[in-house]
């Protein structure tokens, strides 16, 4: 798995005294997420340039870059020229209520930035730090979370075509996703996947409820830092519900910004430019969930030309074959993926056979490929999955935040516009369904808990709907039952 740009020399977490993100400014808000500084000033007029030089602000000090207040002014004049504002001229006091208003403050950095050697040195400080880390926390409260890209429709007669290509434009960026995994160390807790895609409503999310994963978009299908915190924030909420103390291990990527206030998550950034060695999903966790994801996207081309027909996958199917895959990566496989990274405990790594019981999938059917199957499942191990910000992508972001309905209502998936959204199923034809599932498992040895799965399903459509008639129907008013009575009293007068 790689990112876009080389990790930085520089660690996330080096902010030199200055409040450089979004994040930190957040730990002084009320809860209504404002400010009391921002309450009690006027609000911006010039609401998106301020909100695309708040998000410039707080990447470049994710970079630790140093920002003065002369630069502020060029970069919201420039920011402003980008979005379209040609009546804004930045002054002195515009970036004073701007200051003010996000909780901004500016301090002398003391000392150079912090770097990290790439040498052996980085390595053996890792080693010492995760001596302590392991000796902290239970070993079950140890989590990596990593990124990688997935071409989710690529068959193997592309494989050679996809192999080290570029990616950030064009066809063959619209045919790609990103996926966050995270596990913890013993293997025992999978979060669900997190999929980022490019189109925040595909066509193939019309009258969908309920995702098989966490879902959401930007241009370019990457893991951006506000994505990041919003996924760290909704985890942290849920592991302080449980009253957990949770070492979340994650690479330093411009990506991963440094966040101060979460409540049971601490953030423990890998060294530069070793995560090939030292994270644990890339040391086979990732390529697991490919081989997975692939045999079973194999197997449905197959399927489909058994039946003459054409095999389409959208961005909705690829999450259902994600979610899947993700459940059949083992927790054995998991934990030595940790060992191998050097989380290492009293218990040595547990064997595991080639042939897993959860994923039998006959690999007869996958001989004759046009290529290795090791090569076409691991043919995006490369794709850019996070890259620095530039200010195009800044005002496009800002842009389609405020054109809501910008590439909204249709996918961008090039061959998902040809296929039909197909109906809405009703009742009937689910517990029809679930009736033909039924019959299909009675045939079967060992079945008795999906039969009863799906008749626990089929009960709860069938109440569902009863519900949703009564609830439909209008409530009988008392003077209705006397009005066939009020009728004859008319008539006799």
């Not at 990506?255 to 998550?265: G, V």
Request: hydrophobic content about 35%.
């Amino acid at each position: 798995m790689s990112k876009s740009t080389e990790q930085s020399n520089e660690g996330p977490g080096t902010t030199g005294g200055i409040i450089g993100s979004v994040d930190r400014v957040k730990t002084a808000f009320s809860s209504d997420g404002t400010s009391p500084a921002r309450k009690k000033m006027r609000t911006a007029k010039f609401e998106d340039i301020e909100a695309a030089l708040l998000k410039w602000f707080a990447h470049a000090r994710d970079q630790n870059l140093p920002i003065s207040g002369p630069m502020l002014k060029v970069k919201a004049n420039e920011l402003a020229a980008r979005i379209g504002e040609p009546s804004f001229d930045c002054s002195t006091g515009w970036i004073d209520r701007f200051k003010d208003r996000h909780g901004i403050c500016f301090k002398k950095i003391c000392g150079e930035a912090k770097s990290v050697d790439k040498s052996s040195d980085a390595m053996v400080q890792w080693a010492d730090d995760l001596h302590t880390l392991l000796s902290q926390y239970n070993h079950s409260d140890i989590f990596n979370a990593d990124e990688t890209g997935i071409f989710y429709r690529m068959l193997p007669d592309r494989t050679l075509d996809f192999k080290g290509t570029d990616c950030h434009g064009g066809k063959r960026s619209k045919e790609r996703l990103t996926a966050l995994v995270c596990a913890n160390m013993t293997g025992t807790e999978k979060l669900p996947l997190f999929i980022i895609g490019k189109s925040a409503k595909p066509r193939c999310f019309k009258n969908v409820h309920t995702l098989p994963t966490e879902y959401t978009a930007n241009r370019k299908a990457w893991m951006t830092s506000d994505i990041f915190r919003e996924w760290i924030r909704k985890a942290d909420r849920k592991f302080a519900n449980q009253q957990r103390r949770i070492a979340m291990v994650i690479d330093n990527c411009p990506a991963h910004p440094q966040i101060h206030d979460l409540r049971a998550i601490k953030l423990i950034f890998l060294p530069p430019n070793t995560t090939s060695n030292t994270q644990p999903m890339d040391q086979g966790v990732i390529q697991n969930l490919k081989v997975h994801y692939r045999k079973r996207l194999l197997l449905r081309h197959i399927k489909a030309i058994d039946r003459q027909q054409t095999a389409e996958i959208t961005v909705l199917d690829a999450m259902k074959l994600l979610a899947v895959s993700w459940r059949c990566v083992t927790a054995t496989t998991i934990r030595n993926c940790f060992h191998h990274a050097g989380f290492k405990t009293d218990s040595s790594p547990t064997p595991s056979s080639d042939s897993e019981d959860d994923d039998d999938i006959p690999l007869a059917h996958l001989i004759n490929l046009p290529v290795p199957f090791d090569t076409y499942a691991s043919v995006d191990s490369d794709l850019p999955t996070s890259a620095t910000m530039t200010d195009d992508d800044i005002v496009d972001d800002i842009i389609q935040r405020r054109n809501a309905t910008t590439d909204e209502d249709t996918d961008v998936d090039s061959t998902s516009e040809t296929v039909p959204v197909p109906p809405l199923p009703t009742t009937d034809m689910a517990t029809d369904a679930c009736a033909l599932l039924i019959r299909v498992l009675e045939t079967r040895p060992n079945k008795s808990t999906q039969i009863e799965t799906l008749l626990r399903i089929s009960d709860e459509l069938i109440r569902e709907d009863l519900v949703a008639q009564c609830n439909a129907k209008t409530q009988t008013k008392i003077a209705d039952y006397f009005s066939d009575f009020v009728c004859e009293r008319e008539t006799d007068v």
